[in-house]
């Protein structure tokens, strides 16, 4: 009897050594992309003191390090350019071997419900998308929902190929993206990793100590109500759903959110601390491209959908390298949801090519951009508006009755508009003197100003 449990006990302490053995986080298994000529972190767990040893197939170079008091170990490594498959092989008193490991570009796909939305929600053509999906070169990462009211080390979930099932339930967004990018990167392997959660304020997607610290942004986030489809209190998905895979080495972000912020005033304060936020926890400047929110009837108020989507634009003159993808054309304003999926995500992988990738694509931002705001001078009764992004200005209509023009008083009259050497022209018999301008102006209102690249102009409104 005493034999036995001396066994036993016996087992229980080699069990518990095993189980201390090198472990990594889930974000790093077989299947996945690790970014293209970088230097990226591989991270874990082991024992105190254990020596562990790396070696990667691409150059069989071995990389080692021995794991701290706290039981963690990181390791750098460089990776070569765009390819595989590859083997990662992680040896302490046990080993890891990584397979199938491809080589690319890696994007993280975030947000709310329409960066969620996938083939399996009904959007346009789904189901014949959906049989083409099988693509070895892209991989998805899928984070599960979770909150968590401090940082978490790991996450669960694991690195798939595309294929018709695994597409079907990944961000639709996501996934164009990739199909676009891989267009004019000639088929480099693309590796996504979409953390969203339909219904959540931007709050929950970034540490609470960004929003406890900041008056504005504390007393915003107060007036957020409980919901019951998810979590509002600030920081909770950052924490499980974010913070355990910071990093792992990023091409960029992509962001579809704001919806759950429609009456915010000050929307563009929360968006720019939370890209900041992410960009500190990464240590790395990455790109941050965003969709801006559809044109859609919000409740009573005529301008809550409108002053989130004129925040949006505004963080582009102030966060650097940033990008804003438009859906006023191409969105439908009675369905939160809209349907055409196809079509953001090529024009989000538009903006990366061209900011990012332009070597490889030759596109420039005069072709990936709607008209933006720029500027406007006073001549005697007229308003005369410039935007950048303006060549080939055109109205969809011949012309324009969305922009509108108010004296010192405030008060917004309807503006006769004239394109002119790519500016538009103001004029309204009601105000003589302008000092205001605003264009599409309302929650529901479609853009109907383009440029040559057939992207239409964001509301704005400004004043002299």
Known sequence: MKNNIF??????????????????PNIFGDNMVLQRNSEVKIWGWANPKEEIKLV???????YKVVANNQAQWELHIKTPEAGGPYTISIKGYNEVVLKNILIGEVWVCSGQSNM???ASWGINNGEEEMKNATNPNIRFFLVPKLTATSPQNNLLGNWTESTPETMKYFSAIGYFFAKRLQEDLKNVPIGLISSNWGGTPAEIWMPEEVVQNDPVLLE??????EQEYGPRQPGRAYNAMIYPFVGFKIAGTLWYQGESN???????????ALITSWRKAWQDEFPFYFVQIAPYKTGSNNFSNVIVRNSQRKILKEVPKTGMVLTSDISDTIDIHPKNKKDVGIRLANLALADTYPEASGLNSNLVNGPLFKGFKIEKNKAIVSFDYAEGLYCKNKI??????????????PAE????????????KKVANPVKVRFAWGNTIQSDLFNKANLPASCFTEEF
């Open 56 to 62: 990667s197939s691409w150059n069989n170079q071995e």
């Open 400 to 413: 324009s009755n969305q922009f509108e023009v108010a004296g010192a008083d405030g008060i917004f009259f």
């Open 262 to 272: 429609v009456g915010s005033l000050v929307y563009d304060k929360t968006l720019s």
């Open 116 to 118: 969620e939305m996938s």
């Open 220 to 225: 915003n986030a107060k007036k957020l109500n």
């Open 7 to 24: 066994k036993f006990v016996f087992f229980l302490m080699i069990s518990s050594t095993m189980v201390a053995n090198v472990t990594l």
């Open 417 to 428: 508009a004239l394109i002119k050497n790519n500016q538009i022209v103001l004029t309204s």
